[in-house]
């Protein structure tokens, strides 16, 4: 398809979206990671220092387990960095100037987009009209995408279990982030809001390991916002009557973030929580199959009807949870049957940790269903 603002599109079957390349000359060079800064004197005495000591807690493990069968052979590094032959070190320039030029060169490339539409439609005027928006005003997004992936950043790394198990680096400003992150193309979204659609940019980070990162930008507000892949429903806030919450959704949304004034308005309203659509699983069994006891006794409070059937497996809330309790070898025949067949102890063990946990949330799981259904 040969379109007036986005060119040449094609539509690709397996991501179901017409696809192009954007001419988005200060988006470009985001689409692939900058290099790493080499390291200096300090930092690389730093490092061997940090494996120095790593070797030396393995050694003294390796001790205390092996006693006198231990032979220490592994040699400690030097806390000097190694040095490079002429050769070698010449080598190493050319590959770092290599890779630069490459990286140059894709940067200066085309920046891959998508367009949500049928295969036989063609882009709406309000994504047409976010594109125009966008070319028009690059820096602006660009701005806010940044500021943006510094706040992504700072949330991953505040978090010290998080930062520590993937060896997270630190950094001072956004600019210091370039070698930890690349933004890897744009989706322009069918959703819209204030006659413009969202335009969602994939983040490729270091910090989020191997989970798929947003950044929404909304050109109506000129703001932007990260979140994961579920968390775009809420991101793509739209104006389009095809995509808004019903009020069912809002009720549900109110419930379960524990917001009870809005809950009750909502209700008040004419709002019910039990008014599914086609396809749509209970909350309440939803609710009981992830364990929840808190949202199990929101929703109950609010008339979540305990007798209403998951269609997949034709189970109701309180038949989900004695499920659970069979599955997880909670039940007294299933405790029995192993323990004659000598593998008591082996649940007892596996209980011990975080599945012996869950018994007692069943446990009152099953009483709040018990009670409501009178069953």
């Known amino acids: 398809m040969k379109h007036d603002v986005f060119g040449k599109l094609d539509y690709s079957e397996h991501y179901a979206t017409w696809i192009a390349d954007a001419r988005l ?4 060079p985001y689409r692939v990671q900058g290099a790493r800064a080499p390291l200096s004197e300090e930092d690389a005495r730093r490092e061997i220092s940090k494996l120095s000591e790593a070797v030396e807690n393995l050694k003294e493990t390796v001790r205390e387990q092996l006693g006198d069968q231990f032979t220490d052979q592994v040699e400690t590094p030097a806390n000097e960095p190694p040095k490079l032959t002429r050769h070698e070190r010449i ?28 295969p036989k439609g063609k882009p709406s005027p ?11 005003h690059e820096q602006l997004a660009l701005d806010a995408v940044l ?3 510094w706040e992504c950043f700072q949330h991953f790394y505040n978090d010290v279990d998080w930062r520590d198990e993937i060896d997270l680096d630190p950094a001072q400003s956004v600019a210091e982030l370039r070698s930890q992150y690349k933004i890897t193309h744009l989706t322009v979204s069918e959703r819209s809001r204030g006659g ?15 989970e798929s990162l947003y950044i929404v930008f909304s050109p109506d507000t000129r703001k932007a916002d990260w979140g994961y892949r579920p968390d775009l429903y809420v991101l793509l806030g739209t104006d389009d009557p095809r995509f808004l919450p019903s009020p069912h959704d809002l009720l549900l949304e109110a419930i379960l973030t524990n917001n009870e004034t809005r809950a009750k308005e909502l209700v008040a309203a004419g ?21 929840e006891v808190e949202e199990v006794r929101r929703l109950l409070a609010f008339g979540a009807d305990p007798n209403l059937m998951n ?16 599955e997880f070898g909670f039940d007294e025949a299933t405790e029995k049957e192993l323990a004659e067949e000598g593998l008591f102890e082996e649940l007892m063990e596996a209980k011990g940790g975080r599945l012996a946990a869950l018994k007692p949330i069943l446990e009152e799981i099953i009483a709040l269903l018990e009670a409501a259904t009178g069953k």
């Open 91 to 118: 080598k190493q320039e050319k590959e770092a100037k290599l890779a630069a030029k490459r990286t140059a060169q894709e940067a200066k490339g085309p920046f891959p987009l998508s367009v949500e539409c049928p």
């Open 196 to 210: 413009l659609s969202h335009l969602v940019f994939h983040l490729n980070a270091d910090w989020a390991d191997e």
């Open 271 to 291: 709002a019910d929580i039990n008014a599914l659509g086609v396809e749509e699983y209970p909350p309440l069994w939803i609710a009981v199959n992830e364990m």
């Open 126 to 136: 309000m994504q047409v009209a976010a594109f125009k928006f966008l070319r028009e």
């Open 147 to 149: 500021a943006v992936v």
């Open 311 to 326: 269609d997949d497996d034709e189970t109701t809330a309180l038949q989900r949870a004695r499920k659970l309790v069979i």
């Open 25 to 28: 000359p200060l988006f470009s």
